[in-house]
């Protein structure tokens, strides 16, 4: 199949397409003498695997290992484990960094509880505060 029915079939913008292949999570395809990628439903296959462990927040790093060993399936996958502990722990700093970003964009909401102009906004003033005094928040 050509880029466009693998774009279309995986649901997978063209662009993202040229991108995973460049990053090197998509193995390239072979071309036709007119100079088209030709794709298979190996790379359909591996193009869905990409885009799933990316809903999941996964880097492009992490999935080149998790490819490899798909590609090796009688190694052992203590190392596939061990790689998702680490983004689980990664997933639990930023939940961490997320609760405290929600404390803060509530603190701010909290500073203009009716609408007035806009000279005279809580939120406006502590914005610019926190700019002029980046780490005094």
Same mark, same amino acid.
């Given at each position: 199949?050509? /880029?466009?029915?693998?774009?279309?079939?995986?649901?997978?913008? /063209?662009?993202?397409?040229?991108?995973?292949?460049?990053?090197?999570?998509?193995?390239?395809?072979? +071309?036709?003498?007119? &100079?088209?990628?030709?794709?298979? &439903?190996?790379?359909?296959?591996?193009?869905?695997?990409?885009?799933?462990? +990316?809903?999941?927040?996964?880097? %492009?790093?992490? /999935? +080149?290992?998790?490819?490899?060993? *798909? =590609?090796?399936? @009688?190694?052992?996958?203590?190392?596939? &484990?061990?790689?998702? =502990?680490?983004? /689980?722990? %990664?997933?639990?700093?930023?939940? %961490?960094?997320?609760? !405290?970003?929600?404390? !803060?964009? *509530? &603190?701010? +909401?909290?500073?203009?509880?009716?609408?007035?102009?806009?000279?005279?906004?809580?939120?406006?003033?502590?914005?610019? @505060?926190?700019?002029? @005094?980046? @780490?005094?928040?």
């Amino acid at each position: 199949m050509k /880029i466009g029915e693998l774009a279309r079939t995986t649901g997978t913008p /063209i662009e993202t397409i040229r991108y995973y292949e460049r990053s090197g999570v998509l193995p390239a395809p072979p +071309r036709t003498e007119g &100079n088209y990628r030709v794709y298979s &439903n190996a790379h359909a296959e591996c193009l869905s695997f990409v885009r799933h462990c +990316r809903s999941l927040d996964m880097s %492009l790093a992490e /999935i +080149r290992m998790l490819l490899q060993f *798909k =590609d090796a399936p @009688h190694t052992p996958c203590g190392a596939v &484990n061990a790689l998702l =502990d680490q983004h /689980i722990g %990664l997933v639990a700093q930023r939940l %961490l960094e997320l609760r !405290q970003l929600e404390k !803060q964009l *509530k &603190n701010l +909401r909290e500073q203009c509880q009716t609408a007035q102009e806009a000279a005279h906004c809580g939120i406006l003033a502590g914005l610019t @505060h926190a700019a002029r @005094h980046p @780490h005094k928040h």
